[in-house]
């Protein structure tokens, strides 16, 4: 039996990059805010210094920041003819857990989608016509536009720090930065890394072929900087350890670095630690949600009312919890019908290796996770897909995050896999190679969606997550092309060899790609495909705020974080300056 405990204006579902930044726009609101993160508490200090920190075998082998999925994993299939199977081993992509959730262990690459990305299925049906998609695809608008967006973007910039150059101010365009990325109000808080070796090749060679090459912009700050609210960062050390791990120097932006002291400072916020919530509980009318049940690391049960629940976790985590608790229609491969797991989207990724001789030195060791060049010419719909038969696109970029010994050790195509050969392949090819990425989009299709699994079941009895997913026909073709423009770069670049392969099926959960999970509870303006309306408000129950990059309904190009928090101020400002001053929908069904 669950213990009741006294009731809270709003409670939070995960303490993550969204779940802090709800928290804080709450308790400026004079709300009394209850925090549920069902990992560790963590924080800069103690938790993230050297020399732990940098221990590669914890981190990056064997996951140490991430969910743990000998209590709570996915299974996974490629179609829905095959049996899924649990994940035991996060490779493919990396669910964290614990306080600042993802946000702890990412790479800081901070970029806006485009006004093409929020209205894709639109645009594209303007430029190209009605069936220049594939049928199956589930291609749809967001219910926004990047102008509305903008002002959202900026303020979740300014409180990261981003460092960066603007490419299209309100005033015009201007040299160095993305040329074709939206109308910004004014440029990035702090100017941008800098400048590998490695990226400075490309970008001599990319814009040598006509492109647009500008610096990635980076949640690893390039100088000291302080937040509106009141944090202050410093200056990256480019020691290599971003993604996996902690930053121990105060240069990444997390939730420890830029907001969370000053929540866990507020009266009105609760933090509840090691909390695993069960279910969403829900009135007798099926019209509101009442709160929300879960286990502490003791075991005991307790049920913590609210009136209002903002559900703010991992993508895939927020699906599963909307399952568990039986909020909306589940989706239904096969009728089409249902929207709870429907529009699961991944990422499309390649990459093309570029081997020097002995005097070219690309010291990859001195690399941070977010410094480097990249061009967006094929991003979104900033070229003409016409001649090609596919939506979507890439950035291309020499963005090596790191050259840790464990992980990181190129070797030309033909090298033996293992063996005194391969090892001399290493020490021959370590310092003088160069990676370039490939990050592309994932369009949401009929078959890929997520589901509960029939079988498998977690440390408290509820079934596991079920992921059925697999690179489509579209994302393929789009592959090819995009590889074989970074392999005209890499040969722009001069090196001896250059080698690439584009993304091929199936997919696999063995290798790792992006943590970059999208879709399953996606917004829009039309109900009977969406989960949330246009503001992340529950179509189903009024007070239930669902946010995250579950909303996305397919993924773009670009890297979703900065999109995520857009969509967290954008959401955080519906309920505070309308929501809360009458509660109900904000979107007539």
């Known amino acids: ?32 805010v209850v925090g549920l993160e069902r990992g560790e508490p963590r924080f800069t200090v103690p938790d993230f210094q050297g020399p732990y920190m940098h221990d590669e075998l914890r981190y990056s082998v064997r996951k140490a920041l991430m969910q743990d999925n000998t ?52 645009l594209t049906r303007e430029r190209y016509g009605d069936k220049f998609m594939a049928e199956d695809l589930l291609v749809q608008d967001w219910g926004v536009d990047a102008a509305t967006m903008e002002p959202y973007f900026d303020r979740f910039e300014y409180l990261l720090g981003v460092s960066g150059k603007a490419g299209n101010l309100k005033s015009g365009k201007v040299e160095g930065g993305n040329p074709f990325e939206d109308p910004r109000a004014r440029d990035y808080p702090t100017p941008p ?71 866990l400072k507020d009266k009105n916020f609760e933090l509840r630690t090691q909390c695993q919530v069960l279910r969403i509980n829900v009135d007798s009318d099926g019209k509101r949600a009442t709160g929300v049940t879960y286990v502490d690391a003791a075991g005991r049960e307790f049920e913590q009312p609210a009136n ?9 985590n927020n699906v599963r919890m909307l399952l568990l608790s039986k909020i909306g229609q589940p989706y239904d491969p096969e009728s089409g019908k249902g929207v709870v797991g429907r529009g699961y989207a991944y990422q499309t990724m390649s990459a093309v290796q570029v081997f020097y001789d002995a005097s070219v030195n690309i010291n990859p060791f001195m690399r941070s996770g977010a410094c480097g060049t990249v061009v967006s010419d094929f991003v979104s719909d900033n070229f003409d897909h016409g001649p090609h038969g ?52 994932s369009v949401s299709c009929r078959a890929n969606y997520l589901d509960l699994d029939p079988t498998y079941r977690d440390a408290w009895g509820l079934p596991l997550l079920r992921m059925t997913f697999d690179f489509h026909e579209n994302d393929v073709k789009m592959s090819s092309f995009l590889t074989d423009r970074a392999l005209e770069i890499g040969r722009a670049m001069g090196g ?9 099926g ?84």
């Not at 009731?7 to 579902?13: K, Y």
């Not at 399953?520 to 408000?537: A, H, P």
């Open 1 to 32: 039996m669950a213990t009741k405990l006294p009731e809270t204006d709003a409670v939070l579902i995960g303490v993550g990059l969204v779940g802090t930044m709800l928290g804080r726009e709450l308790t400026r609101a004079g709300l009394h």
């Open 71 to 122: 209590k709570e994993a996915v299974t996974f299939r490629n179609n829905s003819r095959q049996e899924a199977l649990p994940i035991r081993r996060w490779e493919s992509f990396l669910p964290g857990t614990g306080l600042g959730g993802a946000a702890v262990h990412w790479n800081g690459q901070t970029y806006r989608f485009q006004d093409t990305d929020f209205r894709m299925r639109s």
């Open 193 to 263: 890394m800098k400048e590998p070796y490695g990226s400075a090749m490309f970008r001599k060679a990319a814009a040598g072929l006509g492109l647009h090459p500008y610096p990635q912009p980076s949640a690893n700050l390039s100088q000291p900087y302080t937040n509106p609210e009141g944090m202050t960062l410093n200056t990256c050390m480019f020691c290599g350890f971003c993604e996996r791990y902690g930053c121990e120097h105060y240069a990444k932006s997390s939730p420890q670095t830029i907001l969370l002291p000053v929540l």
């Open 308 to 316: 209002l629940v903002i559900l703010g976790g991992f993508a895939l």
């Open 390 to 441: 596919f939506v979507g696109g890439a950035y291309i970029g020499e963005i090596m995050t790191n050259g840790r010994p464990i992980e990181f050790h190129p070797t030309p195509v033909g090298t033996p896999p293992w063996g005194s050969e391969w090892k001399k392949a290493v020490i021959r090819h370590y310092n003088h190679t160069s990676v370039l990425n490939v990050h592309g989009s």
């Open 496 to 504: 001896k060899q250059v080698h690439g392969a584009s993304r091929k």
């Open 506 to 589: 199936p997919y696999t959960v063995t290798q790792y790609q992006t943590t970059h999970n999208t879709g399953g509870t996606v917004m829009g303006d039309d109900r009977s495909t969406s989960v949330v309306n246009r503001y992340l408000q529950s179509w189903d129950l009024h007070n239930l705020f669902v946010i995250g990059a579950s909303n996305f309904p397919q993924n773009a190009s670009y890297n979703p974080t900065g999109t995520v928090g857009a969509l967290a101020y954008w959401a955080a400002d519906a309920i505070v300056s309308r929501y809360l001053k009458s509660p109900a929908p904000l979107v007539q069904a």
